[in-house]
Structure formats: structure tokens, C-alpha cells
């Protein structure tokens, strides 16, 4: 009997390519990195600073692991299940122009009914046609991206402005400051009060 498959990391593009190339890896496209047991993997060149920092802290501890990142004047702390990327900057538009506008909704208006029922009648097909395009185009259904989206709604919120959890929240499209709070750890790996302290720091 086969054992678990190992799980690694890499540049969210290829994730695809690699999975069927190494059916013996399991590839996740998220994280900005990977441990599992002794393979250790990172999804882009950034990303790689991270591992590493990863590894100094594990080996010197914290303070060796910060003065290196001001040094390479980089991020002082990133978890390696933060997401690869933006919904709002790093994915390119949709080719297809039923998702496109639908993204550009779901980015729009991030506090709406964006439940894929509602999403599919404004766009004027099935549902189940509808998640078929996300996939395709996206490689995620349009319940995960609107999840993503709202989170990183949420976070330009935390580190912009000064409203409280639960306005932040409903403002978002969740439906209380613990569902974003759930969100957040999922997304980001640490608590939106966490996120909101370290980067409003990073940005002032």
C-alpha cells in the first residue's frame, strides 16, 4: 500500500503542470511555502526569503531571524500558509467574459449577495456552468473566491482604517468578527488583530 503523498509548494502557474508530472506530490498552490517532514519547498523567489528566514528562526531564534530580514530589507515575519497571492493585483483578468464580470463584481461590492445562486443569475447561466468557468479560468469555484476576495477586502480595511472588528466584518460580507476571524487564520494564518498590528507597522 502507497503512503501518504508528500505535500509541497510551488509557483500557483505551474501547480497544475507539476501535479500531473508528480503524482507522488501532492501540490498545493496557496502557500507561499511548505514544510513537510525533511522536503521543504517555496512557491517563488520572495517567497524562497521567507523559508529562509523560516530556518534561521528555527536554528537561532527570532532575533537572529529579524536582524537578517532588515539586512535583506524584507518582511519580518510572513507564515508560510499566506496566500500566493492577491485577488485584487496578481491574477490576471479572466479570458472569459462571464467570469470577468463576475469577478469584477464579487471585487466591487465585496458586502453583497455573493452566494453562487446570486452570482449565476446576474451572470445569466447555471450554477453549475458557472463553476465549471471558475475552474477553468481561476482554478478555484466562485465560493472560494468570493471567501478570498472578502478576506482580502477585510485586510485592506484592518490596515487603513480604524473600524472595529465587527464593522470590518459586515462591511466584508461576513457575518460576524469570529467567521472573519475563521477566514483570516485560513488565509493568512494569524488572527485579523495580529494581521492589523503587524501590517499597519510594515505600512506607516
Same mark, same amino acid.
Given at each position: 500500500?502507497?503512503?501518504?503523498?508528500?505535500?509541497?509548494?510551488?509557483?500557483?502557474?505551474?501547480?497544475?503542470? $507539476?501535479?500531473?508530472? /508528480?503524482?507522488?506530490?501532492?501540490?498545493?498552490?496557496?502557500?507561499?511555502?511548505?514544510?513537510?517532514?525533511?522536503?521543504?519547498?517555496?512557491?517563488?523567489?520572495?517567497?524562497?526569503?521567507?523559508?529562509?528566514?523560516?530556518?534561521?528562526?528555527?536554528?537561532?531564534?527570532?532575533?537572529?531571524?529579524? %536582524?537578517?530580514?532588515?539586512? #535583506?530589507?524584507? /518582511?519580518?515575519?510572513?507564515?508560510?500558509?499566506?496566500?500566493?497571492?492577491?485577488?485584487?493585483?496578481?491574477?490576471?483578468?479572466? +479570458?472569459?467574459?462571464?467570469?470577468?464580470?463576475?469577478?469584477?463584481?464579487?471585487?466591487?461590492?465585496?458586502?453583497?449577495?455573493? &452566494?453562487?445562486?446570486?452570482?449565476?443569475?446576474?451572470?445569466?447561466?447555471?450554477?453549475?456552468? #458557472?463553476?465549471?468557468?471558475?475552474?477553468?479560468? #481561476?482554478?478555484?469555484?466562485?465560493?472560494? $473566491?468570493?471567501?478570498? &476576495?472578502?478576506?482580502?477586502?477585510? %485586510?485592506? #480595511?484592518?490596515?487603513?482604517?480604524?473600524?472595529?472588528? %465587527? &464593522?470590518?466584518?459586515?462591511?466584508? +460580507? $461576513? +457575518?460576524?468578527?469570529?467567521?472573519?476571524?475563521?477566514? $483570516?487564520?485560513?488565509? /493568512?494564518?494569524?488572527?485579523?488583530?495580529? /494581521?492589523?498590528?503587524?501590517?499597519?507597522?510594515?505600512?506607516?
Amino acid at each position: 500500500m502507497a503512503g501518504p503523498k508528500t505535500r509541497a509548494t510551488t509557483h500557483w502557474q505551474w501547480a497544475r503542470t $507539476f501535479a500531473v508530472r /508528480y503524482p507522488a506530490v501532492s501540490f498545493d498552490p496557496d502557500p507561499i511555502f511548505v514544510r513537510d517532514g525533511r522536503v521543504a519547498t517555496a512557491a517563488g523567489v520572495t517567497s524562497a526569503l521567507d523559508l529562509t528566514l523560516a530556518f534561521i528562526e528555527e536554528d537561532h531564534g527570532g532575533e537572529v531571524a529579524r %536582524a537578517v530580514a532588515r539586512e #535583506l530589507v524584507t /518582511y519580518l515575519q510572513r507564515p508560510g500558509n499566506q496566500a500566493q497571492m492577491s485577488m485584487f493585483t496578481a491574477a490576471p483578468p479572466p +479570458g472569459d467574459g462571464v467570469v470577468r464580470r463576475v469577478v469584477e463584481h464579487i471585487t466591487s461590492d465585496p458586502g453583497g449577495d455573493l &452566494a453562487t445562486a446570486a452570482l449565476a443569475r446576474r451572470a445569466g447561466v447555471s450554477e453549475r456552468h #458557472l463553476s465549471r468557468l471558475f475552474l477553468r479560468q #481561476l482554478g478555484v469555484t466562485p465560493g472560494r $473566491f468570493v471567501r478570498r &476576495a472578502r478576506t482580502e477586502a477585510a %485586510a485592506q #480595511l484592518l490596515t487603513t482604517t480604524r473600524l472595529p472588528m %465587527a &464593522a470590518v466584518a459586515a462591511r466584508c +460580507g $461576513f +457575518g460576524n468578527a469570529e467567521t472573519l476571524r475563521q477566514a $483570516f487564520l485560513d488565509h /493568512y494564518g494569524v488572527p485579523p488583530s495580529h /494581521y492589523r498590528s503587524t501590517q499597519s507597522a510594515r505600512s506607516s
